[in-house]
Structures are given as C-alpha cells and as structure tokens.
C-alpha cells in the first residue's frame, strides 16, 4: 500500500472488485472532471470462492490503473467477518484522516452479502469519528462534506444517477481485469455470471440507469439528506 495522498473522492467497499461493479464509472468520470480518487478495500480477499488474496492484490492494482485513480489501498479486516468494532473504525478513520476527501462512497446499507451492508454501517461511522479531536492517530481530526451510497444491486429508487457513458468501455475493462474472478471456472460456476454473459448484463444494468436520468449509460445512487436546489430552471432530466 503506497502513501495515501489528499483526495476528493474516496470509494470505500468490502472486496477488490467491489468498487469497480457498483461505482467504477463515476470514478472514471470524477476523474475526467479534474477530481483525484481513491478507493479503500476492506478486505484482502483471502476467503473468496476464486482466487487468491495475492492475485485479487495484482488485479486489483491493474484495476486501479484503468480507473486512474490517484491511490488505492486494502486494510486487513478478515475477508467474510467485517464487523463493525472499534478497532475496524479505528483503521479507517486513520485513512480517512490522511486521504481528507470531500466525498465518500459506501455500499448501499442493505444486501446479500453482510460484509457489503456492514461495511456501509461501519464506514459511516468512522466517516462521523474521523472528525473527533479526542481520538489520536498522528494526524489531524477530519469529517467529509457528503456521503452516498452505490445502490447498483439495490432494488431501490436512486436519489441521482451519474452518466458513465463516455467510460463505459474503461469500466468494463477494469472489472476484467479480475481474471481470478471472471473467467469461467468449476469454482463457484453457481454463484458467478458465466464469462460470455458478463458484459450484456454489466451494459444492460448501466442502461437501466441510463434511462432513468435521460442518458445512456448510468450508475446509481441513494442519499439519506434532501437534496438543496438554488434554481429550478437548471434541474436536469426532462420531466415529460
């Protein structure tokens, strides 16, 4: 894990290869905005049903190249058995604290996986800790500005969608770039989408949501606040 670098945008999830199922787009997108990125795997992928921790580090590492972003790192909570303990926030408030983005990117709260909603809960709240004065971990207490949840397999009304089409092609590739993970194999062949299926239903999802905000491809998003507009003739998406 290089040193982790002040950051605009940080994507924090369970898995490597998480990131780049629900969010990967609008990483590639923030990206072309001028945004520096960041993603924080919890986990390092020793208890997969394919692959191995040290070949889910060398993709992952790939990955991160595709999706440019400025730093990537993985924290050593058990693969399987993220649980939302003291010392589990404790270790992400230290980057949080170093990597100081405005913006962080959690899994939606509710799912199949409990690693994936206990990660939402407990990146929460090491959002809200990293901004207490009284807990010490060498560097200075910080809070981010706004939190949103990647709610791509969630069967819920997105708050907002974000448009991925002029990347979705570089999305694509850095899911692939998990070999370990994508290509067929006996290992798991029930639970993982067939190799020559994968990208009919990675573009059929991102069309969904591409329709529903007035583009073609998307990634969705849920928010808990209500949302602040200064002037209704510049809300976008047309209504009829």
């Known amino acids: 894990m290089s040193d982790p670098v002040p950051v605009d945008i940080l994507a924090i999830a369970a898995h490597r290869d998480d990131v780049e199922q629900t969010c990967g787009g609008t990483l590639l997108r923030m990206h072309s905005l001028q945004l520096r990125t960041a993603i924080l795997d919890l986990t390092q992928?020793?208890?997969?049903t394919r692959g191995s921790?040290?070949?889910?580090?060398?993709?992952?590492?790939?990955?991160?190249?595709?999706?440019?972003?400025?730093?990537?790192?993985?924290?050593?909570?058990p693969d399987g058995r993220v649980e939302n303990t003291w010392?589990?926030?404790?270790?992400?408030?230290?980057?949080?604290?170093?990597?100081?983005?405005?913006?962080v990117i959690l899994p939606y709260w509710q799912g199949r996986?409990?690693?994936?909603?206990?990660?939402?809960?407990?990146?929460?709240?090491?959002?809200?800790?990293?901004?207490l004065g009284k807990i010490e971990t060498g560097d200075p207490p910080f809070r981010p500005f706004k939190i949103v949840y990647a709610s791509l397999y969630a069967?819920?009304?997105?708050?907002f969608v974000v448009d991925i089409t002029a990347c979705i092609e570089e999305r694509f590739r850095a899911l692939?770039?998990?070999?370990?993970?994508?290509?067929d194999q006996p290992a798991g062949g029930s639970l993982f989408v067939p190799h020559d299926e994968?990208?009919?239903?990675?573009?059929s999802l991102a069309r969904h949501y591409g329709l529903l905000g007035g583009v073609r491809y998307a990634e969705p998003f849920v928010q808990k606040e209500a949302g602040l507009v200064d002037d209704l003739t510049l809300l976008p998406v047309a209504s009829i």
């Open 45 to 48: 992928g020793e208890a997969g």
């Open 53 to 77: 921790a040290q070949e889910r580090a060398a993709e992952a590492e790939e990955a991160a190249r595709i999706l440019r972003v400025a730093w990537r790192g993985a924290l050593d909570i």
């Open 87 to 103: 010392e589990n926030r404790i270790k992400i408030v230290g980057k949080l604290r170093q990597l100081r983005p405005r913006v």
């Open 113 to 131: 996986h409990p690693d994936h909603y206990n990660s939402s809960t407990l990146g929460y709240e090491a959002c809200f800790l990293a901004g």
């Open 155 to 159: 069967d819920v009304r997105p708050s």
């Open 176 to 183: 692939l770039a998990y070999r370990s993970q994508y290509a």
């Open 198 to 203: 994968i990208r009919e239903r990675t573009f």
